[in-house]
Each structure stands twice: as C-alpha cells, then as structure tokens.
C-alpha cells in the first residue's frame, strides 16, 4: 500500500509506465521539431502532423501516469500503441538501420512484457480471489 491506501504498482507495471512515458516525451519532442520544421508550402501538413505527434504523446503520457494508479482502460491505449510500434518497425525494416529497428522492438516487447505480466493483470482487473477492486478515482 502506499501514503494514500493504494496498493503499490508492481515493478513490472512502473517499467512498463516509465517507458511508456519516455516513448510520450518522445512524441512531444517529435511535434515540437515538425512545429519547428513547418514551412508555407506545407504548412497544413506540418500543423497537422504536430496536432497528431501532440495528441499522441499527451495520450501516451496520462496512460503511463494513470496505469500505476489502477486505471485498468488505460491498458488498451498502451498496449495498442505497442502492436503499431510493432508494424511500424516491420514495415520500415528496409528504410532504417539495425538499431532503430532495434530499439523500436525492444521498446515494444518491454513494454508489452510488462503490461502483460501476471503481477500487472492482477493489479488492474478485479482480483476474483479476495473481491477487491484496485482504486480507479485516481
């Protein structure tokens, strides 16, 4: 339990948050260098690649906030953001090299791992044995 009478996240989950997290801040940084990067000829392209980049990382960012507290809908966005990573990574296999390709897949599998993990599934659905819900107010 922590100082507010939840119980604590498991590792497993933190790691899962805390790269999910990265992954947002990556996001932003994305919108803010298309924002930066932005010019007349395409303006509405780049307005509206960074609304996406934005949007994206701020959904990430209060996922990652909110998984740790036992707000189990938050599972779905994070994990739905791993499986595009995934494609993502698959289909541009030729385009980039090794390693972003690398840490593409190996962000995506820890991330999943973690969300996945049975310690994580029990934190965030209703735990049948002792019929105690995890604290969704946040």
Known sequence: MDGHGRRAAPAPLVTAASVVA???LVMLGLAVAELASTEGGRLLLGLTTTLFFLLYGVLLLVCAWLVVR???????????AQLIQLGIAWSIRDVVGAGVLV??????????????????????????????????AG
């Not at 840490?103 to 105690?132: K, Y």
């Open 70 to 80: 036992g707000v189990g809908w938050t599972r779905g966005p994070i994990l739905l």
């Open 103 to 136: 840490v593409l897949v190996v962000v995506s599998a820890v991330v999943l791992a973690g969300m996945l993990h049975p310690a994580s599934l029990q934190f965030l659905l209703l735990d049948a044995d002792d019929g105690e819900e995890p604290d969704r």
């Open 22 to 24: 990265v992954e947002a």
